[in-house]
């Protein structure tokens, strides 16, 4: 086959190999820029007039705040690079910790209980089917807006090469790969915890209703005359197609079964080209590079490091098991807070000491992975010399617990599961390499995007704050606290825990306090070993904070008392 070149006159293959440059050259070359030196960007905060910043918007799935740049030893240069070039932020929240209702709480600005959707299985177009979602917006401003891989909700790994439960009005062009991980190597994973924990009845009714749904679609909803060969039907370099065509049902599941939940990973023998998340980045850059002429909004969104932990095997050796440090647990953890606070009261899934580490070192060549693939896409910036007018947006759907009260995973409202990485650099971003303090939540950055690109028609029911004053001053007064919440069933059938962060402390109340409740202060108590909720000294705090919750909570949408059935 004649290998087709690109309006620059470069080949695929010498375009991908340029793309695929080392990626801290680049980051570090905006760590270097004299606003990034001087804190000062010599760009407004919002840029007004005719010309139109690029939005760089890059997801991950599963991951939490272990990383270089907090302080914690996982090997992340590029995005330690990226906070260094921008502003980080510490103490930032997720509004559930759940895929499908995070990221369309993100996406329309609207909390969960607003967009109706707390689990995967809802189409927020079901429920508040005239919202205008941020890339809609950018849309109605005259920009190209694309994604490549996981925005919206995908069932992670088994509906990997499909549209997942995307949003199509919120696109002009998509891409979705299947790599060599999902189609050769989840038949050969290593189990970290249990096997049984993965076939539970519903979890196979949603697989077999998943089947069912995507059996249906005959009829490609997505463009089917795009520019890019690999976009439409190309193969990439583990012989899948780069892209679907939106007719290609759910690829069958491997031996394994569903793997959604499974802790379990395998140090793949691929190239790092034969993985989704590499194509994943592949395909935004090619996005990026056929429309660097016009404004663009082009979402990345990777896949890992959510389970299986299935990365190329030098990723893991960036790591000795020896060297993992796992958090400590006691079995009094178990017991401080609400019984309908905890997923499981087997510690850790009954993994033995060395599984833990094992499991947590996988999380971490996950994360690593994810790392050099964000190093591609900024390094691709910085080729195309569209570094000074591009936004940079960083964030993960929700946090991911590795052993913190003996818990896994998400859907808990401790810290670990509710808290998120978030970092925004590039233009607009004067404080760079400042990190902010101030509790902020995803609800801000619908908000946040359209008043630094200075956006016209901005809904009026947005229920997130703009960030550009911390992203002028990290320090700067701020008074908003963010709100996460998560279901649960207890006895009388479906019900809620919510909870607010401050700065200090978190509150949480169950089922509207019937079923519990939690106090934190995370400045005598990082580790939230101490509940206070029934302290009387903490009376009045807790009060004040529950009030403000609650003061919130209804306006978001939320059903006085709690009540989800």
């Known amino acids: 086959m004649t290998e087709k070149s690109n309006s620059n006159g470069m080949s695929r293959r010498a375009f991908i190999s340029a793309s695929a440059l080392a990626a801290p050259a680049a980051v570090a070359a905006l760590a270097s820029t ?51 070039s921008g502003v980080r932020f510490d103490r930032h929240y997720c509004q559930f910790p759940l895929c499908g209702p995070s990221r369309s709480s993100l996406m329309t600005g609207l909390a969960p209980d607003s967009t109706r959707v707390w689990d995967l299985n809802t189409d927020f177009r079901d429920t508040i089917p005239g919202t205008v979602t941020i890339s809609q ?31 199509a009005a919120s696109w002009q062009q998509v891409s979705y790969p299947a790599g060599y991980d999902r189609t050769h190597d989840e038949d050969l994973v290593t189990f970290y915890a249990s096997q049984e924990r993965m076939y539970s009845g519903r979890m196979i009714q949603d697989y077999q209703r998943m089947q069912a749904q995507r059996a249906k679609q005959t009829e490609s909803s997505w463009p089917t005359d795009p520019k890019a060969p690999w976009r439409y039907g190309g193969s990439g370099p583990s012989g899948i197609r780069i892209s679907q065509d939106g007719r290609t049902p759910v690829l069958p599941l491997g031996k394994n079964g569903d793997l959604g939940i499974a802790i379990a990973g395998h140090a793949s023998d691929a190239d790092d080209k034969a993985i989704t998340d590499y194509m994943v980045a592949e395909a935004a ?16 969104g990777f896949f890992r490091p959510h389970v299986p932990f299935i990365v190329p095997s030098k990723y893991f050796d960036m790591y000795r098991v020896d060297d993992i440090q796992v958090p400590p647990f006691d079995s009094s953890e178990l017991k401080s807070a609400p019984r309908i606070a905890y997923d499981s009261m087997d510690p850790n899934y009954g993994m033995s000491p060395q599984d833990h580490r094992e499991a947590v070192r996988a999380y971490y060549a996950a994360i690593s992975f994810v790392d050099a693939q964000v190093g591609r896409l900024v390094d691709a910036l910085e080729r195309l010399n569209l570094a000074k007018d ?40 004067a404080a760079a390499g400042k990190p902010c303090a101030r509790t902020s939540e995803h609800l801000n950055v619908y908000p946040t995007l359209a008043e630094i690109c200075d956006l016209h028609g901005v809904p009026s029911n947005l229920q997130g704050h703009s960030l550009v004053p911390l992203l002028q001053n990290p320090d700067a007064p701020w008074d908003h606290p963010a709100l996460t919440q998560v279901t649960r069933r207890n006895a009388s059938g479906p019900t809620m825990g919510y909870s607010v962060r401050t700065e200090r402390y978190r509150y949480t109340m169950w ?47 939320m059903k006085h008392p709690v009540d989800h059935t």
């Open 390 to 429: 591009t936004t940079i947006v960083f964030w993960a759907d929700h946090g991911f617990m590795v052993g913190e009260h003996g818990q896994w995973e998400k859907t808990k409202l401790f810290e670990a599961s509710a808290r998120v990485p978030f970092i925004m650099a590039g233009a607009g971003v």
């Open 285 to 300: 850059i090619c996005m990026i590079d056929e429309h660097k002429d016009e404004p663009w909004f082009i979402g990345a």
């Open 137 to 167: 917006l950018f849309q109605k401003n005259g920009y190209f807006t694309a994604r490549a891989g996981k925005i919206y909700h995908y069932n992670n790994p088994s509906e990997i090469g499909t549209p997942g439960l995307d949003d």
């Open 34 to 84: 004299p606003e990034a030196s001087s804190g000062l960007s010599q760009a407004p905060a919002v840029l007004k007039g005719a010309r139109k910043r690029n939005v760089l918007f890059i997801s991950t799935d599963d991951m939490c705040n272990r990383l270089g740049c907090y302080g914690v030893p996982v090997k992340s240069p590029n995005l330690d690079r990226l906070a260094q």
């Open 511 to 557: 089922s509207n306090g019937a079923d519990g409740e939690e106090l934190y202060d995370y400045d005598q108590d990082p580790h939230e070993l101490k509940n206070l909720a029934n302290d009387s000294a903490m009376s009045a705090l807790k009060a004040g904070l529950r009030a403000r919750l609650e003061t919130i909570a209804v306006a978001r949408g």
